[in-house]
């Protein structure tokens, strides 16, 4: 791995606190193994802070916010070489048709961003880096920076033009992200198929998984959660983790719950919507909702699991997905059970059963319960093995590397403007 002479800046649609796992924060940590990373929290708006003025993220950060004091925070102690940022509050403006008055706000916005930046370079006396934006293309499009990235690059982790909210503008702007980026990343084949119609530079960055932590379910003697202790101990356990939202196709896990009443349907995650009330999957007998939980603590949950779903539905939001929950399954030794949702899901035919439809599914289930082998749960760890974050920071670097050797003066000049610090 060749040593690293740049510094590394992320912009991210997810911050790092929050409720769901990140691509960009994941990535973030593991490159920041081999040289500084500096990750600007996506701003919150000032309608965020009157919505939500007690939560957790905004007492945090509120000096931040406010007052543009305390940006800095090292919230990972195994992290050293990694800063989060945090920018001044912002305006809501998502709710502006595309025009004059959008961009014109859009440009008010990135000044906090302008001046986070700016005072990150100067604190950290930062000469040298490269920008990654992560799925987040409405900031840092007017940017006044003091020092000016070498690279610009952006990420793709989702097909934008599915999500209600974001595509409003998010569409046409990564359109003018990618366009204007040095290089693209994207971590699914889709993706890569979709964004390479607005450049030649797109390359394909799989999800991956912090695979030593779901390993200690088989290495380590986990106790078993709260929530399965009052179960007999020969219950079989069907387990899914990750979010409860809008992807999962409910009517699947109804039959699922249906077709294995003596089995437990255990969903560990974050509730994103009510469609789980709605489609009548929280009113089954034999399924146990156990919400939000850290990734420390989803190793015990899959210890004590005989079996591990991804039971996405198959349309084209989720042809997009390369899911880094499959590698955690398999690094906890499961087996597992998925829809045939995207062409990446098909890369693990031989570790896992993919299924066409909902009867291959719930027959599934038993099949890969009662064909378990310590064989098969060694195959599976160490296939996983290499689908960790640690070895995607490395093929990124050498993507970074090789095309700042290949090109001295990048062909897409950022449009940044050179300038000084804001008052």
Known sequence: MPSLDFDIVFFALARWDGPYSSTAYSLAKALSEHTRVFYIDNPFTIKDYLVHPHSAQIALRRNALWRGKDLFLRPDKNHPNLVVVTPRLTLSINWLPPGILYDTFSRINDKALSMAMNETCRTFNIKK??????????????????????????????????????????????????????????????????????????????????????????????????????????????CYTGNICHRLDYDLLIRVAKNHPDKILLMVGPFANNQYKKSGLADMPNVIFAGRKSIEELPAYLKHSHCCIIPFLCNQLTKSIYPLKINEYLSAGKPVVSTSFSPDILSFQHVALICNSHLEFVAGIDRAINEGSPAKMDERVFFSAGNNWQARARHFIELTVKYLGEHDVPRRRPKYRAGVQAA
């Open 129 to 238: 880096y490269i920008l990654i934006n992560s799925f987040n293309p409405v900031i840092g499009r007017h940017l006044t920076l003091t020092v000016k990235p070498i690279l610009n690059i952006y990420q793709s982790v989702d097909d934008i033009s599915q999500s209600n909210y974001v595509n409003r503008h998010g569409a046409r702007l990564e359109e003018e992200a990618i366009r204007n980026a040095d290089f693209t990343i994207v971590t699914s084949s889709e993706l890569k198929r979709l964004k390479s119609q607005f450049s030649d530079d797109v390359f394909l960055l799989p999800n991956a998984a912090n695979t030593a932590v779901f390993n200690r379910a088989v290495t380590e003697e986990l106790e078993k959660p709260e929530e399965l202790r009052h179960l007999p101990s020969d219950k079989k356990i069907i």
